[in-house]
């Protein structure tokens, strides 16, 4: 789950990759992949923000709402 309203959905892992939408709180994700502080993601669900369900990205770590931040 989102932590943080306006968290930044990329396209790679970095902070310089490009941002496909924006994640709000509560938005629901499944963690797919790691990578440094990033964590690849698909939404289980339309995002607040107006993504579609199945949407894949990389989001920060940080932005994310433990226990969805667990190993895989």
Do not use: E
């Not at 306006?6 to 994640?23: F, I, P």
């Not at 499944?30 to 107006?50: E, F, N």
């Amino acid at each position: 789950m989102i932590y943080t309203d306006g968290t930044r959905l990329r396209a790679k892992a970095s902070s310089s990759g490009a941002v496909k939408g924006q994640l709000y709180f509560k938005d629901p994700i499944r963690i797919t992949g790691k990578s440094g502080g990033w964590d690849r993601v698909v939404l289980k669900a339309k995002s607040r923000g107006g993504l579609p369900k199945g949407t894949t990205g990389w989001v920060a770590h940080s932005n994310i709402i433990p226990p969805y931040c667990g190993g895989l």
